[in-house]
């Protein structure tokens, strides 16, 4: 069956930087839309970042507004794996990391609700220190 496994998550200082991976298997999701969703305490699930690939050397990536400029996210298809690399991290950025799959586009991860989504990790905690 399909498994979505994130890691990379810890305890890190404000201006701090963490690499997140998502590890995909039961499939192949090269076709797929692959992204990060974040959950802080006592707030709804919010989209962070998504990435699509065309084919070839041609990938494309969109971001929420509150982390452009600071998160890259890439995929290694032949892993079947997402990452997201955040930098200058922020304590509003402490939240439950979660990763994602979806045949959409990648526009569409970011304002589709959780529920269109096909497949999902079951995170991992990043937490941020000031």
């Known amino acids: 069956q399909v498994q979505l496994v994130e890691s990379g998550g810890g305890l890190v200082q404000a201006g701090g930087s963490l690499r997140l991976s998502c590890a995909a298997s039961?499939?192949?999701?090269?076709?797929?839309?692959m992204g990060w969703f974040r959950q802080a305490p006592g707030k709804e699930r919010e989209f962070v970042a998504a990435?699509?690939?065309?084919?070839?050397?041609?990938?494309?990536?969109y971001y929420a507004d509150s982390v452009k400029g600071r998160f890259t996210i890439s995929r290694d298809n032949a892993k079947n794996t997402v990452y997201l690399q955040m930098n200058n991290l922020k304590p509003e950025d402490t939240a439950v990391y979660y990763c994602?799959?979806?045949?959409?586009?990648?526009?569409?991860?970011?304002?589709?609700?959780?529920?269109?989504?096909?497949?999902w990790g079951k995170g991992t905690l990043v937490t941020v220190s000031s």
């Open positions: 990435t699509s690939w065309s084919g070839g050397s041609v990938y494309f990536a």
């Open positions: 039961g499939r192949t999701f090269s076709s797929y839309v």
């Open positions: 994602a799959v979806a045949r959409m586009t990648a526009q569409a991860m970011g304002v589709r609700p959780s529920r269109d989504m096909d497949y």
